[in-house]
């Protein structure tokens, strides 16, 4: 609700809280990196789907992290992410 509001730093908030509660839940580090995708703050989005990873090695966050390569004109990364995702 927050996000649709470009509330960010709400989202935020909401996202890191939902993450204390259940942190291998994989599916909220995407939706957090995704808002610091938004904000233009990449190499945050990074750091919240290698811990994600770490967490579950799942198809959907090899291609966030693939994505957020490629918007850093990181190929090379964001090929092997994708390669990853599809295996």
């Known amino acids: 609700a927050y996000a649709a509001l470009n509330n960010y730093q709400e989202t935020i908030k909401a996202y890191e809280v939902a993450i204390s509660f259940n942190p291998s839940h994989t599916a909220v580090h995407i939706a957090l990196a ?3 995708n938004q904000l233009n703050e990449h ?3 990074i750091k ?3 811990a994600a ?3 579950e090695r799942v198809t959907e966050v090899y291609m966030s992290l693939g994505k957020t390569y ?3 004109k990181e190929y090379f990364n964001a090929c092997t992410s994708f390669e ?3 295996k």
């Open 34 to 36: 995704d808002v610091y």
């Open 43 to 45: 190499h945050k989005a």
């Open 48 to 50: 919240i789907l290698h």
């Open 53 to 55: 990873i770490e967490l």
């Open 70 to 72: 490629h918007i850093l």
């Open 84 to 86: 990853i995702a599809l």
